[in-house]
């Protein structure tokens, strides 16, 4: 099992920055490819970013690249989501979740990914 746990969602002005945090404890969190995803009210769950194992490899949905950033820090278990020029259509609550893998890729699939998260309000006002 892997538990899984987002911070650092709150309210922000268009143009503003959050970064999110998920801790992982339980299993070996370098054997895992780490992503995150975002659901708004009324509609599904979509796909954010993406990072490898190792942090070599990541992949972003086009609606955020250039403008968000995701990392991970193997020795403390974390996982983050910086996101900058934040628009109202990012508000939603932003979730990570974990998938085992055994080679650096990444997976953008939320339906491979086993374990999730809570997940963070992320909130955006124009």
């Known amino acids: 099992q892997v538990q899984l746990a987002e911070s650092g969602g709150g309210l922000v002005q268009a143009g503003g920055s959050l970064r999110l945090s998920c801790a992982a404890s339980g299993r070996t969190f370098s054997n895992y490819g780490m992503g995150w995803f975002r659901q708004a009210p009324g509609k599904e769950r979509e796909f954010v970013a993406a990072?490898?194992?190792?942090?070599?490899?990541?992949f972003y949905a086009d609606s955020v690249k250039g403008r968000f950033t995701i990392s991970r820090d193997n020795a403390k278990n974390a996982v983050y989501l910086q996101m900058n020029s934040l628009k109202p259509e990012d508000a939603a609550v932003y979730y990570c979740?974990?998938?085992?893998?055994?080679?650096?890729?990444?997976?953008?699939?939320?339906?491979?990914?086993?374990?999730w998260g809570q997940g963070t309000q992320v909130t955006v006002s124009s």
């Open positions: 979740a974990a998938d085992r893998l055994w080679d650096d890729s990444v997976t953008t699939n939320r339906w491979e990914y086993e374990y």
């Open positions: 990072v490898s194992r190792t942090g070599g490899s990541t």
